[in-house]
C-alpha cells in the first residue's frame, strides 16, 4: 500500500506564496499522473493541477498563471507552487497519484491551506 504525504500547508496573507509536497511512501509505482485537488469549506473537491509522467501539465483556469506544479520522478513526489494567493484559494488541498494500466489511485490526507484578506 502506497502512502501520499502532503506538507507545506499554512496560514499566508492575500498576495503570499506557498510550496505544497506530496512524497509517496514507496517507489514501487511511478504513476502515470498526479494530481492536487483542493476542497473549500461547503465546496465539491476540485482539480487544480495536475502533471503526466512526461511533465504535461494541465491547470484548472482559476489558478493559471498563479500556481505551477512540478514533480521529481525519482522521488515520487509532486509539488505545487502557489503564488499570488488569495482568499479564494483557502481549502484543504489534496495530493493524488494515479495509474491507468493496471488502474490504481492514492489520495493523500490533504494539508490546509488558508489566505486572510
Known amino acids: 500500500q502506497v502512502q501520499l504525504v502532503e506538507s507545506g500547508g499554512g496560514w499566508v496573507q492575500a498576495g503570499e506564496s506557498l510550496r505544497l509536497s506530496c512524497a509517496a511512501s514507496s517507489r514501487t509505482f511511478s504513476f502515470d499522473t498526479m494530481t492536487w485537488y483542493r476542497q473549500a469549506p461547503g465546496k465539491q473537491r476540485e482539480l487544480v493541477a495536475a502533471?503526466?509522467?512526461?511533465?504535461?501539465?494541465n491547470y484548472a483556469d482559476s489558478v493559471k498563471g498563479r500556481f505551477t506544479i512540478s514533480r521529481d520522478n525519482a522521488k515520487i513526489a509532486v509539488f505545487l507552487q502557489m503564488n499570488g494567493l488569495g482568499p479564494e484559494d483557502t481549502a484543504v488541498y489534496y495530493c493524488?497519484?494515479?495509474?491507468?494500466?493496471?488502474?490504481?489511485?492514492?489520495w493523500g490526507r490533504g494539508t490546509q491551506v488558508t489566505v486572510s484578506s
Open positions: 493524488n497519484a494515479q495509474d491507468v494500466l493496471p488502474w490504481r489511485s492514492y
Open positions: 502533471i503526466s509522467s512526461g511533465g504535461v501539465a
